[in-house]
C-alpha cells in the first residue's frame, strides 16, 4: 500500500435509488469529512445513469438494440415503442424537463392525452373511465389537479420506456431494484461473479461511461460507494471494476445499509477484486481510521469495522474507539449534487407513498437510532437500531437552516426508524421559537405521549404527515411483537394527528408467526375502522420476512416457529425462511388485504362485511364493529 499525503475523496451514490431526491448517505459523509477539514466531494451515479438512458441518444442507442430482434420475438411493448418511435423521441426531453420541474406549461398537454405515446402500462386507466364515459382520473385527483395528473401520466410513460429497456437490452434493469436478486440475502458471490464476468450491456457501458467521467472530473484518490439496498450492490461492483480496471491504485471502499446488514458474515476474498474495504454500521468512525491508515499514521490492525483481504484471506479488524457523538457528525451537504435535475414522480397514488417519489425533500435525523429498539421483528442488535443518541434542539435548527440556505428548499424528510416524542416536541418548539418555516414528515411510534396538544403543536411546526407501524392489527401479536402499543390507542394517537391537520399513513403486517386467519381477519376489521373514523387516510400491507438480526431471527422458540436451516454465508445473509405450525396461506390472505386496503383509501367498501375480499371462505370478525368508535367518544 503506497501511503497518500493528503486525502480527496469522492462519495458515490450508485443506481438504483430514489429518482426525486439524493439517497442522504453520500451528503452525511461529505458534510462530516468536511467537518474535519477532509476534501470530498460526491456524485449520483443513479440520477446520472437514468438521465443518459431516458434522452433521445439513449432512445436511439435502445432503438439500435431492437433492431437486432426480430419481430416475431418482440413483445407487444417493444413493438409498440419501435412502431411508435418518433413520437417517444419527440416527447422525451419536454417530459423529463416538466418532471423536472422545468416547464410546467406542457402538463395540458400531457393531460391531453394526445401527446404522449401510451403503452400496457397505461391500460388500467381504462378501468376507472366510468358507464357514462367519464375521466379515469377523476376518483384520484378530482377535477383540477393538472400538474398531479400530469406526473402521472409521465410516470407512466416512463415506465413503459423502462418496460422496453427491461426486454430489449438488459432484463435485470429496475428504477430501483437494479438486479437485486444478485445480491439479496445470497449465500454465495457466484450469481454476482458471474454477471459482473459477462458480456457488459448498453446499461453497464453508460454507467463505465459516466463513473469514468466522474473519476476525471474529480480527481479522488479514495472513492466511497455507499449502497443503501440490494437492488444497488450490482451496479456498486460495476462501478467498483470500472475504476480498478483505469485506476488500479484508487482505493475503493464499500459501505452502507447493505453492507450493515447483509454483509456481517462476509468471508469472500472475491469481494477484494473490486473493494479494498468493506465498512460496517455508522462510517464516521471507520472513515478516520482509515484514512489514517491510508496516510501512514496507524497500522492496519487498528482500523475500525473493516473487512479486508489479508494473506488472501478475508480478515474483520475492529480496534475499539468511541462513536463520533451524534451532535457532532456535522450537517449534511448536497454541494455537488444536481438538486434542479432530479424527477418529481407519481407511480403510485398511495398519499404517503406519493412523498417518498414526488417532490425534493432534504433528508435528516433527529437522533440516531431507536429509542424503543425492542420490536421482534427489528434488527435490534445492529448499530443502526441498538445505539441511542440525540443532540439538542437548537444544533437539529442550525442544521435545518444551513441546509435551507444551501439547497433553497424547506421540505424535510426525517429519516428516523421512530422520531422520539420528547425530541420532536423540543424541535417543534425551536422551530417556532426562530419562526423557521419548514414542512415535514417522518416515522413514529404511535404512543400515548402523542396527546392531541402535541400533534397539534407538530403540526403547527411544519408537520404535514406521519407514518407509524401498526403491524399486525391485533392486541395479542401487538403484544407478542413487544410494541408497547394496543389497537384503541394507535386510534386515539392517529386520530389526534388527523384532527390537527397532519396526514397519517399505518405500516401494516401479515403473516407474523402463530398468525392465524381469525386474527388476520380481525386485524382487518380494525384497519376497517381507523378509516371509516377517519383516523388514518392510508396505509400499506406487507409480508413479514424474518431476518437473522431479529429477535425472531435469535429465539424462534419463543414465536412458536422453527428456522429453516441456513446454507453455509460467505457473502449476504439477511433473511431466513421459517416453519410456522399454524400453515396458514398467507400469500394468498395477503391479496385481499392489499385489495382491501387500496378500497379503503379511496373511500371505497367501509360499510362492507371485511369477509366480501376474501376469495374463500374465512371465519366472521369477532371484533364488535364499533369498538373503536366507542373507544374514540371514551377519549
Known amino acids: ?26 451528503a452525511y459523509l461529505t458534510g462530516f469529512l468536511r467537518s474535519q477539514q477532509i476534501e470530498a466531494q460526491q456524485t449520483d451515479l443513479a440520477l446520472a445513469l437514468m438521465l443518459k438512458l431516458f434522452s433521445k441518444d439513449g432512445l436511439l442507442d435502445i432503438r439500435k438494440k431492437i433492431e437486432k430482434i ?3 420475438k418482440r413483445s407487444p411493448q417493444v413493438a409498440l415503442f419501435d412502431a411508435t418511435f418518433d413520437r417517444y423521441f419527440t416527447t422525451i426531453t419536454p417530459t423529463i424537463a416538466f418532471l423536472q420541474g422545468h416547464d410546467s406549461t406542457i402538463a395540458h398537454r400531457i393531460c391531453s392525452r394526445n401527446f404522449l405515446p401510451e403503452g400496457e402500462r397505461f ?36 415506465n413503459d420506456i423502462a418496460d422496453v429497456l427491461r426486454e430489449a437490452v438488459d432484463p435485470r434493469f429496475e428504477f430501483v431494484r437494479y ?10 458471490f457466484d450469481p454476482l461473479a458471474k454477471a459482473l464476468a459477462a458480456p457488459t450491456t448498453l446499461v453497464d457501458d453508460y ?33 467498483a471494476q470500472t475504476i480498478r480496471k483505469e485506476y488500479p491504485d484508487m482505493i475503493i471502499a464499500l459501505g452502507g445499509g447493505f453492507a450493515n446488514t447483509e454483509l456481517r458474515e462476509l468471508k469472500e476474498p472475491r469481494v477484494f477484486d473490486y473493494f479494498d474495504y468493506v465498512m460496517l454500521d455508522a462510517g464516521e468512525r471507520p472513515l478516520l481510521a482509515l484514512l489514517d491508515h491510508l496516510k501512514g499514521k496507524r497500522s492496519q490492525q487498528r482500523l475500525v469495522r473493516t473487512f479486508a483481504r489479508v494473506d488472501g484471506a478475508v480478515k474483520y479488524i475492529n480496534f475499539i474507539e468511541p462513536e463520533v457523538p451524534f451532535g457532532e457528525v456535522g450537517t449534511p451537504t448536497w454541494d455537488g449534487l444536481p438538486l434542479d435535475r432530479y424527477l418529481s414522480l407519481l407511480d403510485m397514488l398511495n398519499p404517503m407513498h406519493r412523498l417518498w417519489s414526488d417532490g425534493r425533500w432534504n433528508k435528516l435525523t433527529v437522533a440516531h437510532g431507536c429509542y424503543w429498539k425492542k420490536c421482534s421483528f427489528c434488527d435490534i442488535t445492529l448499530d443502526y437500531i441498538s445505539r441511542y443518541e440525540t443532540t439538542t434542539a437548537e444544533v437539529l435548527v442550525d442544521r435545518i437552516e444551513a441546509i435551507i440556505a444551501e439547497t433553497g428548499q424547506t421540505g424535510f424528510h426525517f429519516v428516523d426508524e421512530a422520531a422520539p416524542p420528547k425530541a420532536l416536541k423540543a424541535l417543534a418548539e425551536e422551530l417556532i421559537r426562530r419562526n423557521v418555516s419548514i414542512s415535514w414528515w417522518g416515522n413514529i411510534r404511535f404512543e400515548k405521549t402523542f396527546s392531541p396538544d402535541l400533534c397539534r403543536l407538530l403540526a403547527e411546526s411544519g408537520c404535514i404527515a406521519i407514518s407509524g407501524g401498526l403491524e399486525v392489527a391485533s392486541d395479542r401479536l401487538l403484544a407478542l411483537m413487544k410494541k408497547g402499543v394496543s389497537v384503541e390507542q394507535v386510534a386515539k394517537v392517529t386520530q389526534s394527528f388527523t384532527e390537527a391537520g397532519v396526514l397519517v399513513h399505518a405500516y401494516l403486517m401479515y403473516g407474523f408467526p402463530t398468525q392465524t386467519v381469525q386474527d388476520t381477519v380481525d386485524a382487518l376489521e380494525y384497519v376497517r375502522q381507523l378509516f371509516d ?12 420476512a424474518c431476518t437473522v438480526h431479529s429477535p425472531v431471527g435469535k429465539n424462534p422458540e419463543e414465536f412458536g416457529v422453527t428456522l429453516e436451516k441456513l446454507p453455509e454465508i460467505s457473502f449476504a445473509t439477511n433473511d431466513i425462511g421459517f416453519i410456522d405450525p399454524t400453515g396458514v396461506d398467507h400469500d394468498e390472505l395477503g391479496r385481499a388485504l392489499n385489495k382491501a386496503l387500496y378500497n379503503y383509501m379511496h373511500g371505497i367498501g367501509l360499510d362492507d362485511d371485511v369477509r366480501v375480499w ?8 369477532t371484533i364488535h364493529k364499533h369498538r373503536l368508535a366507542k373507544a374514540l367518544q371514551q377519549y
Not at 501511503?3 to 442522504?24: C, G, H
Open 207 to 239: 454507467l463505465a461511461e459516466l463513473t469514468l467521467a466522474s473519476v476525471a472530473q474529480h480527481q479522488p484518490n479514495i472513492v466511497l460507494l455507499s449502497v443503501p439496498f440490494p437492488g444497488a450492490v450490482y451496479a456498486a461492483f460495476r462501478i
Open 70 to 72: 426480430p419481430p416475431k
Open 179 to 188: 438486479a437485486e436478486s444478485l445480491a439479496m440475502s445470497q449465500p454465495t
Open 123 to 158: 391500460a388500467p386507466l381504462d378501468a376507472y373511465i366510468d358507464d357514462e364515459g367519464g375521466d379515469p382520473l377523476a376518483w384520484a385527483f378530482g377535477a383540477l389537479g393538472t400538474q398531479d395528473r400530469a406526473r402521472h401520466l409521465g410516470t407512466l410513460y416512463l
Open 614 to 621: 376474501f376469495n374463500g371462505k374465512v371465519p366472521r370478525t
Open 1 to 26: 500500500m503506497s501511503i497518500i499525503e493528503s486525502a480527496r475523496v469522492l462519495s458515490i451514490i450508485p443506481p438504483m435509488t430514489q429518482l426525486n431526491t439524493p439517497y442522504p448517505s453520500t
Open 533 to 544: 373514523n377517519g383516523c388514518i387516510q392510508s396505509g400499506f400491507f406487507h409480508r413479514f
